[in-house]
Nanobody
């Protein structure tokens, strides 16, 4: 099973930016997706973004569009999440995951059950 390691979290003021990284221990095959989720205390895990290839198609829920950009560096087996205009409600632990959603729709990309490898998470705290 592929190992994932997130980094780049931290404390930032509202309106600031962060770039999260997710390094995979091996090449992610093209049939898979890489996704970012987040979980705040007392809340369910929430879909943030995903990317599929070979076309580097990106997937965002409507609530995340415009502030987030997911991308990947193929030679480095790394996926990034650029977050701009951060708000206090973005405070959460951010997880990356890889899996193979059977169908490529936003609904399928956003289901945690479709991902079978998860990182340990990185804390993002946005102060007001």
């Amino acid at each position: 099973q592929v190992q994932l390691e997130e980094s780049g979290g931290g404390l930032v003021q509202a309106g600031g930016s962060l770039r999260l990284s997710c390094a995979a221990s091996e090449r992610i095959i093209s049939s898979h997706a890489m996704g970012w989720f987040r979980q705040a205390p007392g809340k369910e895990r929430e879909f943030v973004a995903a990317i599929t290839w070979p076309s580097d198609t990106t997937w965002y829920p409507d609530s995340m569009k415009g502030r987030l950009t997911i991308s990947r560096d193929f030679p480095k087996n790394t996926v990034y999440l650029q977050m701009n205009g951060l708000k206090p409600e973005d405070t959460a632990i951010y997880y990356c995951a890889t899996g193979r959603p059977l169908i490529r729709t936003i609904a399928s990309m956003g289901q945690p059950k479709n991902y079978d490898s998860w990182g340990q998470g990185t804390q993002v705290t946005v102060s007001s």
